[in-house]
C-alpha cells in the first residue's frame, strides 16, 4: 500500500495488526525518532532496546529481555544498508506469537540469506522522505505477503482520519 509517509505506513500497519493502548511494541534504541513516535500515535508503549555493535541493528538477544505479557510486536530497521538478523527476531517472535515488523527504509535492495530486505516482516515499512535511500520527497510504502493485512491496510488508507483512529 502507498502512503503519505513511512510513520502514516507505521501508524496504519499497527492499527491493523490490532496494536494500541496498553501494548508494548520492542524497537532499536538507536534509529529514527518517527518509529517511536508511530508507536506513541496509536497509543501503545514504544520499549527501547539495545542495538548490535557491528550492524547497528537491534539486538535480537537484547529484545528478548524486553518481552513482557504486553508485548505484541518487534519493530526492527535495516540500518545503513545493514539486514537486522531476521532469522533470530523471527525465531523470538514465532516463539512469544508476536507481530514482526521491518523497518526497511535505509536497506533497499540489500539481502538476508538470499533474499531482499522488505520481505522478512509480517509487515515491512519504507519511507521516501529525506534523507531515506530513496528519497522521493515524501511518501511511503508498506509491504506484506498477507492478503488480509494488505486488504485492511488499503481501507484504512482511502478512508478518514476518525476510521483509522477509532
Known sequence: AAVGSGTLGLCLSLKVLGIGPGDEVITAAYA????????????ATPILADIDYWSGCI??????DKITPRTKAILASNINGHPADWKALREL???YQLKLIEDSTEAIGSRYQGKLTGSFGDVAI??????????CGQGGMVLTDDPTIASELGYLRERRLSDRTS
Request: proline fraction near 6%.
Open 59 to 64: 539486538d535480537p538477544t537484547k529484545a528478548a
Open 126 to 135: 519504507f519511507d521516501f522522505s529525506q534523507p531515506s535511500a530513496l528519497c
Open 32 to 43: 529514527w525518532h518517527q518509529i517511536a513516535h508511530a508507536i506513541s500515535i496509536v497509543g
Open 93 to 95: 517472535a514465532d516463539r
